[in-house]
């Protein structure tokens, strides 16, 4: 077994194209995914059949693997008179995939904000939107963004199923290498490093962000020596 | 195009077959994946630098890269170093790593959060250190950790549709197989869907019952 | 940390060792099938008419000719599905002791891999929807077309790209599938407008499916060899020789035409010389 770098360096202008693909499918999932879910978590707090056609929704969102959802709109959009490239198929699951978990981040974010705080917004005659973009935003942003950053990876890592598609981002344009190379081990190792890469940039912009809002935390201050032993654990996650 | 609905009902039934290869291979998997979180946590608890610096390089590596590009490695890679592993097996493992490695991550989440006390008690007592993680934390850290547990479950059942990639005849390759043979891959693509739904749906009801469970006897 | 590295080491050296061990035997894939009393076999189970799944199993063409193959050796079988993509790194990498699946000869594969006789005459052709206006490989510019990823039409597809694209318009994309059977249903969908694929597989989805698809024309641009084989690794040429022998014989006493008959509807020239690249094993 002798590793051969040139396999993926000779092909490097398709792993730029496929990770500038998957970068671009993740950012469109990203922001539309954000607006959904913000019109669902909106929603969400209404009664009747809108709450429960929202949980239907949510329900089937994260019931279903990322893959299946992907050839039902694929294969589904059709019937609905629509015909699209793969990669807008592919976009939309993507970003229907991502509304379902960041509405999950909102809710949370939202359910914990100190109560009262939009009342009293509106008490004091802020508008709506005033009540919203003075008082609500800013103090939702701080606790969301570190699992929206958590989320937005699990986005990317997810986009990589388009390639069953023939979406051309990373993965499919790595299994073209290796097609035409028959050599998988460098391939995919490489592919693995990219995905690795934009998720590390990430992570750390997520750990910048944490410290940036870090408030100190109670229970685990207090532990003494014995207790650390079997509590903490030592190596770190990147 | 129309939904040809007799077209879907036939094809439910094998699809609906199909779906327990992915439950038996979730069981699998999860099993797997616990025995092998649980260790890595206690490995990490050891706090040796080499053992942790691999441990670490591990999960950042698993976190970071796209699951099916996991299955790719085992499934198209291992082979080039030696190791020969069928579809199914090499999904197993890829799948069951990936998971160990969010399942140690989940318990250190939990660890944080927990009481010393016990093991200071247990410590007392004389007990020694596997005495202590099987009798003193881990009982009390499933139970914490039983609702994230479960969602880990429902996260490897969706895990076992993409083994349809590299050929495993499970729900989704069944109804991509019913697809291809009659040029109709919508309706059982909505079987499959619905079949997953429906093991997560059971899944989410079973682990509302052990939580009750769990929560009477603790109380 | 020193006790680790070496640990680590130790651990590293007996690895190398069962690995280099592995590879240093004597015997022959052939003799090792024959003494165990059982052969593994690669097949891309995707592939209608040669090789697909019917129920639950595989059958075809290809898996006919096997079973023969399989009686003659006289041991067991154990046929493992595995997508296309995985099948010719597989061969090399020893999950298995020979490819029956369909593998078109081409000559990079022909440096690197041993090629049975061929069981098929497979000129690539393309197929459309039923009332689309495209006849020849010309009429594919500006159009959507697909193949499979990794197969022999895949360079073939982007040859024919690149001489239309020099002579004004090329494909609008060229899509690639994981399977054969995924660029039928494209095309089906009107998600692609033709699907690149050799003519006995083609042949046999008009037949069954003139309501849905229509045969295009040939496809003439990069194409040098248009047989289908099986392939062994380099170094089993004795078990190369031993199916291809099998082949012969199936061939000349008419149980192949036979075989054409019943999946094809037509039968093909099997030649036994002529067939590969110059300098292939």
Same mark, same amino acid.
């Given at each position: 077994?002798?590793?051969?770098?040139?396999?993926?360096?000779?092909?490097?202008?398709?792993?730029?194209?496929?990770?500038?693909?998957?970068?671009?499918?993740?950012?469109?999932?990203?922001?539309?995914?954000?607006?959904?879910?913000?019109?669902?978590?909106?929603?969400?707090?209404?009664?009747?059949?809108?709450?429960?056609?929202?949980?239907?929704?949510?329900?089937?969102?994260?019931?279903?693997?990322?893959?299946?959802?992907?050839?039902?709109?694929?294969?589904?959009?059709?019937?609905?008179?629509?015909?699209?490239?793969?990669?807008?198929?592919?976009?939309?699951?993507?970003?229907?995939?991502?509304?379902?978990?960041?509405?999950?981040?909102?809710?949370?974010?939202?359910?914990?904000?100190?109560?009262?705080?939009?009342?009293?917004?509106?008490?004091?005659?802020?508008?709506?939107?005033?009540?919203?973009?003075?008082?609500?935003?800013?103090?939702?942003?701080?606790?969301?963004?570190?699992?929206?950053?958590?989320?937005?990876?699990?986005?990317?890592?997810?986009?990589?199923?388009?390639?069953?598609?023939?979406?051309?981002?990373?993965?499919?344009?790595?299994?073209?290498?290796?097609?035409?190379?028959?050599?998988?081990?460098?391939?995919?190792?490489?592919?693995?490093?990219?995905?690795?890469?934009?998720?590390?940039?990430?992570?750390?912009?997520?750990?910048?962000?944490?410290?940036?809002?870090?408030?100190?935390?109670?229970?685990?201050?207090?532990?003494?020596?014995?207790?650390?032993?079997?509590?903490?654990?030592?190596?770190?996650?990147? | 195009?129309?939904?040809?609905?007799?077209?879907?009902?036939?094809?439910?039934?094998?699809?609906?077959?199909?779906?327990?290869?992915?439950?038996?291979?979730?069981?699998?998997?999860?099993?797997?994946?616990?025995?092998?979180?649980?260790?890595?946590?206690?490995?990490?608890?050891?706090?040796?630098?080499?053992?942790?610096?691999?441990?670490?390089?591990?999960?950042?590596?698993?976190?970071?890269?796209?699951?099916?590009?996991?299955?790719?490695?085992?499934?198209?890679?291992?082979?080039?170093?030696?190791?020969?592993?069928?579809?199914?097996?090499?999904?197993?493992?890829?799948?069951?790593?990936?998971?160990?490695?969010?399942?140690?991550?989940?318990?250190?989440?939990?660890?944080?959060?927990?009481?010393?006390?016990?093991?200071?008690?247990?410590?007392?007592?004389?007990?020694?250190?596997?005495?202590?993680?099987?009798?003193?934390?881990?009982?009390?850290?499933?139970?914490?950790?039983?609702?994230?547990?479960?969602?880990?479950?429902?996260?490897?059942?969706?895990?076992?549709?993409?083994?349809?990639?590299?050929?495993?005849?499970?729900?989704?390759?069944?109804?991509?197989?019913?697809?291809?043979?009659?040029?109709?891959?919508?309706?059982?693509?909505?079987?499959?869907?619905?079949?997953?739904?429906?093991?997560?749906?059971?899944?989410?009801?079973?682990?509302?019952?052990?939580?009750?469970?769990?929560?009477?006897?603790?109380? | 940390?020193?006790?680790?590295?070496?640990?680590?080491?130790?651990?590293?050296?007996?690895?190398?060792?069962?690995?280099?061990?592995?590879?240093?035997?004597?015997?022959?894939?052939?003799?090792?099938?024959?003494?165990?009393?059982?052969?593994?076999?690669?097949?891309?189970?995707?592939?209608?008419?040669?090789?697909?799944?019917?129920?639950?199993?595989?059958?075809?063409?290809?898996?006919?000719?096997?079973?023969?193959?399989?009686?003659?050796?006289?041991?067991?079988?154990?046929?493992?599905?595995?997508?296309?993509?995985?099948?010719?790194?597989?061969?090399?990498?020893?999950?298995?002791?020979?490819?029956?699946?369909?593998?078109?000869?081409?000559?990079?594969?022909?440096?690197?891999?041993?090629?049975?006789?061929?069981?098929?005459?497979?000129?690539?052709?393309?197929?459309?929807?039923?009332?689309?206006?495209?006849?020849?490989?010309?009429?594919?510019?500006?159009?959507?077309?697909? =193949?499979? +990823? @990794?197969?022999? #039409?895949? %360079?073939?597809?982007?040859? !024919?790209?690149?001489?239309?694209? &020099?002579?004004?318009?090329?494909?609008?994309?060229?899509?690639?599938?994981?399977?054969?059977?995924?660029?039928?249903?494209?095309?089906?969908?009107?998600?692609?407008?033709?699907?690149?694929?050799?003519?006995?597989?083609?042949?046999?989805?008009?037949?069954?499916?003139?309501?849905?698809?229509?045969?295009?024309?040939?496809?003439?641009?990069?194409?040098?060899? =248009?047989? +289908? @084989?099986?392939? #062994?690794? %380099?170094?089993?040429?004795? !078990?190369?020789?031993?199916?291809? &022998?099998?082949?012969?014989?199936?061939?000349?006493?008419?149980?192949?035409?036979?075989?054409?008959?019943?999946?094809?509807?037509?039968?093909?020239?099997?030649?036994?010389?002529?067939?590969?690249?110059?300098?292939?094993?």
């Amino acid at each position: 077994m002798t590793l051969d770098p040139a396999v993926v360096l000779d092909s490097w202008p398709l792993f730029v194209a496929g990770t500038v693909v998957t970068l671009q499918v993740s950012a469109i999932a990203f922001v539309g995914g954000i607006l959904l879910a913000s019109a669902i978590v909106a929603l969400s707090f209404s009664g009747g059949w809108i709450r429960v056609a929202i949980q239907v929704y949510l329900g089937v969102l994260r019931g279903v693997p990322f893959i299946v959802l992907l050839f039902l709109v694929h294969f589904g959009m059709p019937f609905a008179g629509i015909r699209m490239p793969a990669y807008f198929n592919g976009t939309l699951a993507l970003t229907l995939y991502a509304s379902a978990y960041y509405s999950e981040v909102l809710r949370a974010t939202v359910l914990g904000l100190p109560r009262g705080q939009w009342e009293s917004a509106r008490a004091i005659g802020m508008s709506r939107s005033a009540a919203t973009r003075h008082i609500i935003a800013p103090q939702m942003l701080r606790p969301a963004l570190p699992p929206t950053v958590n989320s937005t990876i699990t986005m990317i890592k997810e986009s990589s199923v388009m390639s069953a598609i023939t979406v051309g981002e990373l993965t499919y344009q790595g299994l073209v290498v290796q097609g035409n190379t028959f050599a998988p081990f460098e391939v995919f190792i490489a592919v693995a490093g990219l995905y690795w890469l934009i998720a590390f940039v990430l992570s750390r912009v997520a750990v910048a962000v944490e410290r940036a809002v870090a408030t100190g935390q109670g229970a685990s201050a207090r532990r003494n020596a014995i207790g650390e032993r079997y509590l903490a654990l030592d190596a770190r996650a990147g | 195009m129309k939904f040809d609905f007799g077209f879907f009902l036939e094809s439910l039934p094998r699809i609906g077959e199909a779906a327990f290869t992915n439950i038996q291979l979730a069981i699998v998997i999860f099993a797997l994946a616990t025995l092998g979180g649980t260790g890595l946590t206690i490995a990490r608890a050891l706090k040796r630098s080499v053992l942790n610096g691999a441990i670490g390089i591990l999960i950042s590596f698993v976190r970071g890269t796209p699951l099916m590009i996991q299955i790719f490695l085992f499934f198209y890679a291992l082979p080039a170093l030696g190791v020969r592993l069928s579809p199914v097996h090499a999904g197993v493992l890829a799948i069951a790593l990936n998971s160990a490695v969010f399942i140690t991550e989940i318990m250190r989440g939990g660890l944080s959060g927990m009481d010393p006390g016990p093991i200071e008690a247990a410590t007392a007592l004389g007990l020694r250190a596997p005495q202590i993680w099987g009798l003193v934390v881990l009982p009390q850290l499933f139970r914490t950790i039983l609702p994230m547990l479960v969602n880990e479950g429902t996260i490897i059942v969706k895990g076992t549709a993409l083994l349809s990639i590299i050929t495993v005849v499970e729900a989704l390759r069944t109804a991509q197989q019913l697809g291809a043979a009659n040029f109709r891959p919508f309706e059982p693509m909505v079987g499959a869907g619905l079949v997953f739904l429906a093991v997560n749906l059971v899944l989410a009801a079973c682990a509302g019952v052990a939580e009750r469970r769990y929560a009477t006897a603790r109380a | 940390m020193q006790k680790y590295l070496r640990r680590a080491s130790l651990i590293a050296g007996a690895a190398l060792f069962a690995f280099s061990a592995g590879h240093a035997s004597a015997e022959t894939t052939l003799e090792r099938i024959k003494r165990t009393g059982t052969v593994v076999v690669g097949t891309e189970a995707a592939f209608p008419p040669f090789e697909f799944v019917e129920d639950g199993k595989i059958v075809g063409y290809g898996k006919d000719i096997l079973d023969v193959v399989i009686s003659e050796l006289g041991v067991e079988l154990e046929q493992l599905d595995l997508p296309w993509q995985g099948i010719l790194p597989g061969l090399l990498a020893g999950q298995f002791d020979f490819v029956a699946t369909t593998v078109a000869i081409n000559e990079e594969r022909a440096q690197r891999y041993a090629y049975t006789v061929p069981i098929a005459d497979g000129a690539p052709y393309f197929v459309t929807r039923v009332g689309e206006q495209l006849a020849t490989e010309d009429d594919l510019a500006g159009k959507m077309v697909g =193949t499979q +990823l @990794a197969s022999s #039409t895949e %360079p073939i597809a982007r040859a !024919l790209d690149e001489r239309l694209a &020099s002579e004004g318009e090329g494909f609008e994309e060229l899509k690639l599938y994981t399977a054969f059977t995924d660029t039928y249903v494209a095309v089906a969908n009107g998600e692609i407008d033709a699907a690149i694929q050799a003519l006995p597989s083609l042949a046999v989805l008009v037949k069954e499916r003139p309501d849905v698809f229509q045969l295009g024309g040939k496809i003439e641009t990069g194409v040098e060899y =248009t047989h +289908l @084989a099986w392939v #062994t690794r %380099p170094e089993d040429l004795d !078990l190369r020789d031993f199916i291809s &022998s099998v082949i012969v014989e199936m061939r000349d006493d008419g149980r192949l035409a036979e075989l054409q008959q019943k999946w094809f509807g037509f039968e093909m020239d099997i030649p036994t010389e002529g067939y590969l690249p110059p300098g292939a094993f």
